[in-house]
């Protein structure tokens, strides 16, 4: 983007370029603090290992999502003892009657499958979203620019409009035959 720039406004004193470093800084700045290396060279090969990881925990969590699954329809009461002995719902009260047991077992079976809904649309998303902010980054970074410009235009309009506006009411009110 710097370059088509560069080309277009060959001038050194361009706002925009000046816009384009000010985002540069504020780049390397972020970088240097989260670690992040996007140069050139390994920028393809950090999208793949982020995809990569993300496809793993997906995989992980995936797995323990259809062993909850497979245990709650061989034995509820071996995944409630289970629960409890991890820690993760130390609160549960075990159903007396078979009412109470099958009305547990419905809504521990639509949790589970929800978060199973969730996860399996979760990731596919996260990628589109990573795709679509590489794509349009570079439209952001101008839209700004734009709009820093326009603020900026805006600004000075209104101050040349107040002062010819003064000079038009004072003009008026010279030749006004009341005298004002």
């Given amino acids: 983007m710097r370059k088509e720039i560069e080309k277009a406004l060959p001038s050194k004193n361009s706002e925009i370029k000046k816009k384009l470093d000010m985002e540069q800084k504020k780049l390397e700045k972020y970088s240097g603090e989260l670690r992040c ?28 999502l259809n062993y909850l699954s ?14 409890k002995s991890i820690g993760s719902d130390n609160t549960k009260e075990y ?18 499958d929800r978060e199973i809904l969730r996860a399996d649309s979760t ?3 996260a ?3 990573l795709e679509d902010m590489e794509r349009n980054y570079a439209a952001h970074i101008i839209l700004q620019i734009i709009y820093d410009d326009y603020i900026r235009l805006r600004n000075n ?23 004002r």
């Fill in 127 to 129: 990628f589109m979203a």
């Fill in 37 to 64: 290396n996007a140069n050139d060279k390994n920028q393809g090969q950090s999208l793949i290992a982020l995809k990569n990881s993300a496809t793993r925990q997906y995989c992980h969590y995936r797995y323990y």
């Fill in 157 to 179: 309009l209104s101050k040349y409009m107040n002062a010819s506006t003064q000079l038009y009411l004072k003009a008026y009110n010279a030749q006004d035959a009341n005298q």
């Fill in 70 to 83: 497979d245990n709650l329809e061989k034995d509820k009461h071996f995944m409630d003892t289970l629960e």
């Fill in 123 to 125: 990731l596919p998303r």
């Fill in 95 to 112: 159903p007396k009657t078979f009412q109470e047991w099958g009305q547990q077992y419905n809504i521990y079976a639509s949790q589970l």
